[in-house]
């Protein structure tokens, strides 16, 4: 519902969220991997071999179906934010779709609206495909002691490492992918295949392992292969990056996911994540009775030349990729959100503002910042933008090295932070200007008027060049999001603030001189203990 006095809006919301996903995304025709999906690192797990790597599977695989029961029957618990009911639409469109490429647009289908909504998922190994029916016929879900036998079975039918890896064309630009996506499901068995994965609940990648890094290098690592893939000589072509969902599971214990952003925003995704670890946690494998299972189903493909040229640019293209992005985890270990909120401080506020200082310090300036908010107060509602640079912000950073201003600081802090609250209670409350602007400028396309002459204006493109691209994603699980940043010479920041530690991803493309992750994660990790130092003075004057 919408709480608000202007009769206009009601029409427009189910619109605006239409031209969002259509602007934000699938008009877009850049690389999903990458540039607009987002990666999620779970901790390391303890196995290091194949019975490990099933086991977890399975019990992943079970878990995610135990969430699936919920939407199914519409019994998912209804989120609240100060009070108020969220939307809870996002969470109907994460399982059993996928993004489809089109010559210009792309379009996002989900196969569990229908009459016989899929009961199969998608299992791949070695860069080949099984379907993987997870329901019996009686419509229960395998169990886990099933699902393993079942993995075990794929696994020894996928050994030969020497296939085509079919799924790298998903990681291609949209519009060569879309060209050899005609091509390639112009062949009957290949359509058939494709709409397989396509029509799946969601897809499972048993990974290869990754070559072993030192342990302060292996987040990085791990989270570049959540993105990724790591390249075409690993697991870039073990994947179907148009999927919304894919749970990734290596042989040596790393783990996580990737999703398609198009449908869902990475709360609804972290928030599955969590109920799936914690199933993990509760469930024991329990010797199931042995009803023998079929075989599941090794997806086919026919690869001619001309796919064949087709895969060859698209592992030429991802290894370029996969060099272009450095991706930074920092696992800021000496406070948490416990500590600013003992100051009364909001945590995502001072976060924001310690990335403030940070690239203030980096750069001597500051630089347009989006911070996403949610909409999910709204019917629909996405996201909106908190501007988190501000006069107020700049002010502090400027004090904060300030020798003369050394009085002021603490109070210019409390200050940027309560501007900051601000603007995060309005973004949420559908008072933002990001996407009024956004559909002030749709619809004046839509009516073919003349575009509002701020569209032309430099001031205002200069503004949407967000150079700090941030996302607070919150996760009762030790996890980190993360994903590129949103211009060539940005970055993209990610965090999630545990009780006494925070967990951050900071990436940036290698091929821009004036970024460096590795450099800004260092002064955002000075900034928070200088910070912390300075709320600390104060406490002790006063």
């Not at 009775?289 to 040229?309: A, G, S, V």
Request: hydrophobic letters at 35%; aromatic letters at 10%.
């Amino acid at each position: 519902g919408l709480s608000c006095s202007c009769p206009h809006l009601v029409l427009f919301v189910p619109g605006l969220s239409d031209w969002w996903m259509q602007s934000a995304y699938l008009d877009s025709r850049m690389p999903v991997a990458m540039y607009t999906s987002p990666g999620v690192v779970l901790p390391k797990m303890h196995f290091q071999d194949r019975q490990g790597q099933m086991r977890f599977a399975a019990k992943l695989i079970a878990g995610v179906l135990d969430f699936k029961s919920m939407i199914d029957s519409e019994t998912l618990p209804v989120e609240y934010l100060g009070g108020k009911p969220l939307c809870m639409d996002q969470y109907y469109q994460v399982l059993t779709s996928c993004r489809i490429p089109g010559p210009k647009r792309d379009v996002v289908m989900n196969y569990a609206i229908g009459k016989t909504p899929p009961s199969h998922i998608t299992v791949v190994h070695n860069f080949q495909f099984f379907v993987l029916d997870v329901y019996n016929s009686d419509g229960s879900p395998l169990t886990v002691d099933q699902i393993y036998v079942q993995l075990e079975k794929i696994w020894n039918s996928s050994l030969q490492t020497n296939k085509e890896p079919v799924g790298i064309l998903t990681s291609n630009h949209r519009n060569t992918w879309g060209k050899a996506y005609n091509n390639l499901i112009k062949d009957k068995t290949n359509k058939e295949s494709v709409r397989a994965i396509q029509k799946s609940i969601f897809t499972v990648c048993l990974d290869a392992p990754m070559p072993r890094v030192s342990d302060e290098m292996y987040h990085n690592k791990v989270a570049a292969q959540m993105l990724h893939g790591g390249g075409s000589r690993w697991n870039s072509g073990n994947r179907w990056f148009d999927k919304t969902l894919q749970f990734i599971v290596g042989e040596d214990g790393s783990c996580g996911l990737t999703y398609e952003h198009a449908p869902a925003e990475g709360p609804p995704i972290v928030f599955l994540v969590d109920h799936v670890v914690d199933y993990m946690k509760r469930t024991e494998m329990v010797r199931t009775p042995m009803i023998p299972l079929p075989m599941p189903q090794k997806l086919r493909f026919n690869i001619p030349p001309e796919i064949k040229k087709d895969i060859e640019k698209a592992k030429q293209n991802m290894n370029i990729m996969a060099h272009e992005l450095d991706v930074r985890v920092l696992n800021f270990t000496h406070y948490g959100r416990k500590f600013p909120k003992s100051h009364k401080m909001s945590p995502d506020a001072f976060i924001q503002m310690a990335l403030q200082l940070a690239y203030y310090r980096m750069y001597q300036t500051c630089c347009p910042t989006y911070e996403s908010a949610s909409l999910r107060m709204f019917r629909l509602g996405r996201t909106e933008a908190v501007r988190s640079t501000t006069t107020e912000s700049l002010q502090f950073t400027k004090a904060m090295d300030d020798p003369s201003k050394h009085v002021q600081k603490a109070a210019l802090l409390e200050k940027a932070i309560k501007v900051h609250r601000e603007h995060t209670h309005m973004a949420i409350h559908g008072q933002g200007i990001e996407r009024h602007m956004l559909g002030l400028k749709m619809m004046a396309i839509e009516d073919l008027t003349s575009l509002p002459e701020i569209f032309m204006d430099t001031s205002f493109a200069v503004a949407a060049h967000f150079n700090l691209y941030t996302s607070q994603v919150g996760s009762k699980t030790d996890c980190v999001m993360c994903f590129g940043p949103m211009v060539p010479d940005g970055y993209g920041i990610c965090y999630n603030p545990m009780d006494d530690h925070i967990n951050f991803a900071v990436t940036a493309f290698n091929s821009c001189e004036e970024t460096n992750a590795m450099k800004l994660s260092q002064f955002l990790e000075d900034s928070l203990l200088d910070m912390k130092t300075l709320l600390e003075q104060v406490s002790k004057t006063q």
